[in-house]
């Protein structure tokens, strides 16, 4: 859209009518939250469709294992390779969306403390488990239970509930996966994850247009 | 039309948009002056004299801080300007729907 750049516009508005100003203000709202989204809903459906191929590969791989040995020596690589661009995706991509951009809605240090013990807690628990003999500690969802916990009461104690709600999403796919078996965890992990991060896309791309 | 009912301080192309760009930021953060130049597409000293505007009124806030060696300034919209933009926001409804 021409906002015109006469003199009388720039500067008193006077050739600029409300019609004008509407769509410039819609315009550039929406610009603005898509701009500085760091987890942009492109970037999720692409994370969901990669979890989902790399979860039903391996669950395509030991769903015929009797008794479950876990993923095979050829399905380490796509896993690996899923984190890792995961990862680095993601990081790269919030970074260019919030460069310049501080304040409270930046993550503290504190809380990706929080989020990093999370992870490390849940490694350990689960090893203790395992040398404990309980089956469901060798599921992958198990894993994500104490990171997904911990992730919601951060996002809960910023009162930033989509988030709140996607760490709660995910700790339930942890749980779900625990009445799955060993393999059918795998096709859990993947789908459950899959939908989690399309949801939370749609919420991204919903509070975007709002 | 009643465009006067409009402030005339935000009714401005280049500012609305600099205060609606601010306005999407989440509540309690700021931009980088670099960053909203980059957003907003205009020169430093175009963006310097309605950021003073904005400033002189209330509008927004501005601070100098160290970031490492570099020093940067960083804006972000008062609370009156919040008002402010809550308030040409509905006098601009108000307009439309009486067309």
Known sequence: ?210 | MADDTLDPLIHVPTRLKIVATLAALPDGDVLSFTRLQDMIGLTPGNLIIHLRRLEEAGYINSEKTRNGTAPQTTVALTTNGRKALAAYTQALRELLSGL
Not at chain 1, 134 to 153: D, K, N
Not at chain 1, 154 to 172: E, I, Q, S
Not at chain 1, 174 to 203: K, Q, T
Request: charged share 10%.
């Open chain 1, 1 to 210: 859209m021409n906002h015109g750049p006469g003199p009388a516009n720039a500067e008193n508005g006077g050739h600029f009518d409300p019609q004008q100003a509407a769509a410039l203000l819609d315009k550039t709202t929406q610009e603005t939250r898509r701009k500085i989204e760091p987890t942009p809903p492109w970037l999720l459906a692409t994370r969901a469709a990669m979890v989902l191929a790399a979860c039903s590969a391996v669950w395509l791989s030991v769903r015929g294992q009797h008794p479950y040995r876990g993923p095979t020596a050829a399905d380490i690589p796509v896993l690996v390779a899923f984190i890792v661009i995961n990862f680095t995706a993601t990081v790269a991509v919030a970074k260019r969306a919030t460069a310049g951009v501080s304040g409270r809605s930046r993550l503290r240090p504190a809380e990706i403390g929080v989020a990093a013990l999370a992870w490390a807690a849940a490694v350990v628990v689960v090893a203790a488990l395992a040398a404990a003999g309980v089956s469901f500690s060798l599921y992958p969802t198990t894993l994500l239970i104490i990171p997904g916990l911990a992730w919601a009461a951060t996002m809960a104690a910023r009162a930033d509930w989509r988030r709140c709600a996607t760490g709660l999403a995910v700790a339930v796919v942890g749980v779900a996966g625990v009445f799955a078996g060993p393999a059918g965890a795998w096709a859990v992990a993947g789908l459950g994850l899959c939908i989690v991060l399309l949801g939370n896309g749609a919420a991204i791309v919903r509070r975007q247009r709002g």
